[in-house]
């Protein structure tokens, strides 16, 4: 099971950027997705959380600034950050729970991290 994100850059304070997570490999089902995000020499922190069912969370962080989807067909997870802020600059992890097969538990999986810098 590979996690696989895309979508990070450099982009000035106020604009926006739409990450793209896509889950692959051997997949049987995909439970919570979740994406996470580390600033240098700070605590990995959650931003937001969907289930399979279309619930959300979103930090109060990012509340009205973020927004998480998923599109269960494609297996993929989308963060759309609009309104960004120097201090949004950080890595950007997604995180996943996925059972390869109807004969086993869920496990949970990241992503590589695709870098974020909201600089002007």
């Known amino acids: 099971v590979q996690l696989v994100e895309s979508g990070g850059g450099l982009v000035q304070p106020g604009g926006s950027l739409r990450l793209s997570c896509a889950v692959s490999?051997?997949?049987?089902?995909?439970?919570?997705m979740g994406w996470y995000r580390q600033a240098p020499g700070k605590q990995r922190e959650l931003l937001a959380s969907?289930?399979?069912?279309?619930?959300?969370f979103h930090a109060d962080s990012v509340k009205g600034r973020f927004t998480i989807s998923r599109d269960n067909a494609k297996n993929t997870v989308y963060l759309q950050m609009n309104s960004l802020k120097p201090e949004d600059t950080a890595v950007y992890y997604c995180?996943?729970?996925?059972?390869?097969?109807?004969?086993?538990?869920?496990?949970?999986?990241w992503g590589q991290g695709t870098q974020v810098t909201v600089s002007s």
């Open positions: 995180n996943a729970d996925v059972r390869r097969s109807w004969l086993e538990p869920y496990d949970n999986y």
């Open positions: 969907t289930t399979r069912g279309g619930s959300t």
């Open positions: 490999g051997r997949v049987s089902s995909i439970n919570a």
